[in-house]
């Protein structure tokens, strides 16, 4: 599986962006996938995921405001961030895994494929 992450940009406090994650190989519609985001000297941080069955779970930081949705057709996951503030910050990843089990989907270490990264920059 390759991930190509998409979509970052500059944003002021208070904006919108839509991250897209598009997937190849047939079976990456049965992969858990994930955004995990990195900010400057700061450790990759969970921000959110989609189990198989297509629930989806956020970080404490970015519910109701980040929503995540899966378009199998077009093999994409998409994280649409409204509300932003500059904690927001980051570069944003997509992870996928397939053998994932559902205690470690917050844990980074536990994802065997990851994009390339977007950066999102939020101004105040």
């Known amino acids: 599986v390759q991930l190509q992450a998409s979509g970052g940009g500059l944003v002021q406090a208070g904006g919108s962006l839509r991250l897209s994650c598009a997937g190849s190989?047939?079976?990456?519609?049965?992969?858990?996938v994930a955004w995990f985001r990195q900010a400057p000297g700061k450790d990759r941080e969970f921000v959110a995921r989609?189990?198989?069955?297509?629930?989806?779970a956020y970080t404490d930081s970015v519910k109701g405001r980040f929503a995540m949705s899966r378009h199998n057709t077009k093999k994409t996951v998409v994280l649409q961030m409204n509300g932003l503030t500059p904690e927001d910050t980051a570069v944003y990843y997509c992870a996928a895994d397939a053998r994932i089990i559902l205690s470690s989907t917050w844990s980074a270490h536990a994802y065997d494929y990851w994009g390339q990264g977007t950066l999102v920059t939020v101004s105040s």
């Open positions: 989609i189990w198989r069955n297509g629930n989806i």
């Open positions: 190989g047939r079976s990456f519609r049965t992969y858990v």
